[in-house]
């Protein structure tokens, strides 16, 4: 069974821009979850979504928003690029049916400059 | 607020001993907990979880323990292996149906000296 895949791994964006990240879950997982990883604060969430509807979000500012399409691919953007938002982008996907483990993609290296 | 805490930075273990990483919450709502492995450039693993029903839970080398009363887990590894080596990070979640989201500790950085 694939994993759960992640696109693009490194991206530079100068600040102000904006930037869509994209998640492809476990074949068969309907939520999707994202997190934000740097290296002051660890892992942080984001929002989850399941069967298109954002279920769950963290404390981030509305510049964090995402979508999940009807084959439980997943896109999350950031608008207007700080340079703080540097970090590692991390999705993880599970069945979403009872909350327990999720399995996490490899990452997108997101650099602000 | 950080309601899950992992106190050690970094360890470090002979090869062939035991490690043991330790993690606190304080939410007592939490009643479902893991841990991940996370090597650099990639995404974490996920190594074992534990609800709040049961207070120890194996798997191979792997052992959490779970201490309500003390808002306390710990993961035991027997014998450390050089491929143990990376950052752990333990996680807890409210279990009930419609909350995906874990709040992860700050990690551990384990290595194991051969």
């Known amino acids: 069974k694939a994993g759960v895949t992640q696109t693009p791994r490194y991206l530079i964006k100068t600040r102000g821009q904006q930037v869509t990240l994209s998640c492809s879950p476990i074949s068969g997982h309907r939520s999707v979850s994202w997190y934000q990883q740097t290296p002051g604060q660890g892992l942080q969430f984001l929002f989850e979504y399941f069967s298109e509807t954002q279920r769950n979000k963290g404390n981030f500012p509305g510049r964090f928003s995402g979508r999940q399409f009807s084959n439980s691919r997943s896109e999350m953007n950031v608008s207007t690029l700080e340079l703080g938002d540097s970090a590692l982008y991390l999705c993880a996907s599970s069945t979403g049916l009872a909350g327990g483990e999720q399995y996490f993609g490899p990452g997108t290296r997101l650099t602000v400059t | 607020d950080q309601q899950v805490k992992q106190n050690s930075p970094s360890l470090s273990v002979q090869e062939g001993r035991i490690s043991i990483l330790n993690c606190d919450y304080t939410?007592?709502?939490?009643?479902?907990f893991l841990w991940y492995k996370k090597y650099p450039a990639e995404g974490p693993t996920f190594l074992i979880s534990?609800?709040?029903?049961?207070d120890k839970n194996e798997d191979g080398r792997f052992t959490v323990f779970l201490n309500k009363s003390a808002k306390h887990l710990s993961l035991h590894i027997v014998p450390s292996q050089p491929g143990d080596s990376a950052v752990y990070f333990c996680a807890a979640s409210v279990s009930n149906f419609g909350n995906e989201k874990l709040t992860f500790g700050t990690g551990t950085r384990l290595t194991i000296i051969p």
């Open positions: 939410n007592s709502m939490f009643d479902y």
């Open positions: 534990i609800s709040s029903i049961k």
